[in-house]
């Protein structure tokens, strides 16, 4: 099946530095890949949807200027989480969607609708 | 705004049980119902169902989307220690695929041996 990786798996950073997550689709290339966090005993919670060649696409409430994303090429999307706080600490998840599938009608849309998610990323801020 | 709910919220049973997790959703331009199982870290992707009525099945897990109700439900038989987790269900969009998921909060399913 298809690989997303994501890099780091863990940082732990001091109050008001910046950290930067890299999310990798490995055997595959993403048009879309997409940028959820996940805090302690919740659900995972989409914060932005990242577009290869184009900016971002930011769920309401989620700070565009605190959350960087770029989508530089085919296969990675980075999120920097600038002056993070304590609060920023969370488990920061990436998925991908196979931009390809090699089929038509519904067997394309269930193969691009699918996501891949990478491992996750574990923020602490302290 | 689009929600999916999760019931139980937590769920504890003993080996060999059949468990049955419910979700129910209110996506709008829906296309698709996905469900996940999360263990330590990120999601495994268990079933993407995008017709009613249309049960699909890996081993002992099985699932159905009910469109008219807007529900879906997730059945695991013959329950072992190794299907505990949380597991969580998903809305997808139409139009290309170019939305995120609307996750509900999980359903955590705990198998006493």
């Known amino acids: ?3 997303v990786s994501q890099h780091p798996s863990w940082v732990i950073c001091k109050s008001g530095t910046s950290v930067k997550i890299e999310c990798r689709s490995l055997d595959f290339q993403a048009t879309t890949m ?21 900016k971002a696409t930011y769920e309401q409430g989620v700070e565009k200027d605190k959350f960087l994303i770029n989508h530089a ?16 600490s969370s488990f920061y ?17 269930v193969l691009n609708n699918e ?12 | 705004e689009d929600k999916v709910v999760q019931s139980p919220l937590s769920l504890v049973v003993h080996e ?12 709008t331009n829906f296309r698709s119902l996905l469900w996940y199982k999360q263990e330590k870290k990120a999601p495994t992707f268990l079933f993407m169902l995008t017709s009613s009525g249309i ?26 220690t190794g299907d505990s987790a949380v597991y969580l269900c998903a809305g997808g969009k139409a ?19």
């Open chain 1, 1 to 3: 099946g298809a690989v």
């Open chain 2, 16 to 27: 060999g049980d059949t468990v049955t997790l419910n979700c129910s959703y209110e996506v």
């Open chain 1, 93 to 109: 998840i990436c998925s991908a969607r196979d931009a390809g599938g090699g089929l038509a009608g519904l067997d394309s849309y």
């Open chain 1, 34 to 54: 997409f940028w959820y966090r996940q805090f302690p005993k919740q659900s995972l919670m989409l914060m932005a949807t990242s577009n290869e060649g184009s």
């Open chain 2, 95 to 113: 139009g290309g695929g170019a939305d995120g998921l609307t996750f509900g909060k999980g359903t955590h399913l705990i198998i006493q041996p």
């Open chain 1, 115 to 126: 996501q891949f998610f990478g491992p996750g990323t574990r923020l602490t801020v302290l």
């Open chain 2, 55 to 80: 049960e699909k099945k890996s081993g002992r897990l099985s699932s159905i989307l009910d469109k008219k109700e807007l529900f879906s439900i997730l059945n695991i038989t013959a329950t072992q």
């Open chain 1, 73 to 88: 090429s085919l296969t990675l999307s980075t999120l920097t989480v600038t002056s993070a706080h304590p609060e920023d």
